[in-house]
Structures are given as structure tokens and as C-alpha cells.
Nanobody, 127 residues
Framework: QVHVAESGGGSVQAGGSLRLSCAVSGYTGVNLCMAWFRQVPGKEREGVATINLQPGSAGFADSVKGRFSISRDNAKHTVYLQMSSLKPEDTALYSC????????????????????WGQGSQVAISS
């Protein structure tokens, strides 16, 4: 059973930076697509960034390209979302999610559906 747990949310002013972390466990011997989604009440859930553990290909929503980066440290079983040049519209509950995939995955993790997720981490950006 894959387990994910987010950390690192908080409040910053517009233009600032935050880093979210996602600790992943229970996935020995399998590859994963990992994704960060965000949700604002009353709005559609948005896929923000994705990465596969192998070979490490990443994808981003247009709304965050050039401002957010995603990385993984397979030795630490952790995925990071580095958020820079933050805007008030980035305010949301950010959720880290996972699903198992084949090794040497060449598809787009943005197109996957996810079946493991954490409790979420709140991010608030003030103007």
C-alpha cells in the first residue's frame, strides 16, 4: 500500500517562495507517477505538476510554468514542489498523489488518474 504525506505549506507574501515535500512509502519494487494537485473551494481541481520516479520526466500546468519546479530524491523517497514568484491565485490546498506505473514509463503523468493521496498542505499567498 502506497502512503503519501505532505509537508511544508504555509503563508507568504506575493513574490515569495515555498517548498512542499511529499514523503512516499510502501512502493518497493514499483515505479510511480507523482503529482501535485491544488484545490480551491468552488473551483475545479487543478493538476499543477507531475513527475515519474523513473526516469524522472516532469510536466507542469501552464499556470505555473517557469515559476514552479518539481524534483524527486529516490534515496529519500521524497518528491518536492518548489514554488517561486508566488501569486495570490496560487492560494489553495495542495495535495500530493501517486499511482503505480510501469518501469521506464514514457507516458504523461498529467494524464493519469491517481489512487493514493495525502491529507493536503495549505498554501496561502497574500498580496
Amino acid at each position: 500500500q502506497v502512503h503519501v504525506a505532505e509537508s511544508g505549506g504555509g503563508s507568504v507574501q506575493a513574490g515569495g517562495s515555498l517548498r512542499l515535500s511529499c514523503a512516499v512509502s510502501g512502493y518497493t519494487g514499483v515505479n510511480l507517477c507523482m503529482a501535485w494537485f491544488r484545490q480551491v473551494p468552488g473551483k475545479e481541481r487543478e493538476g499543477v505538476a507531475t513527475i515519474n520516479l523513473q526516469p524522472g520526466s516532469a510536466g507542469f500546468a501552464d499556470s505555473v510554468k517557469g515559476r514552479f519546479s518539481i524534483s524527486r530524491d529516490n534515496a529519500k523517497h521524497t518528491v518536492y514542489l518548489q514554488m517561486s514568484s508566488l501569486k495570490p491565485e496560487d492560494t489553495a490546498l495542495y495535495s500530493c498523489e501517486a499511482r503505480t506505473i510501469i518501469w521506464l514509463y514514457t507516458g504523461d503523468c498529467m494524464e493519469q488518474t491517481y489512487n493514493y493521496w495525502g491529507q493536503g498542505s495549505q498554501v496561502a499567498i497574500s498580496s
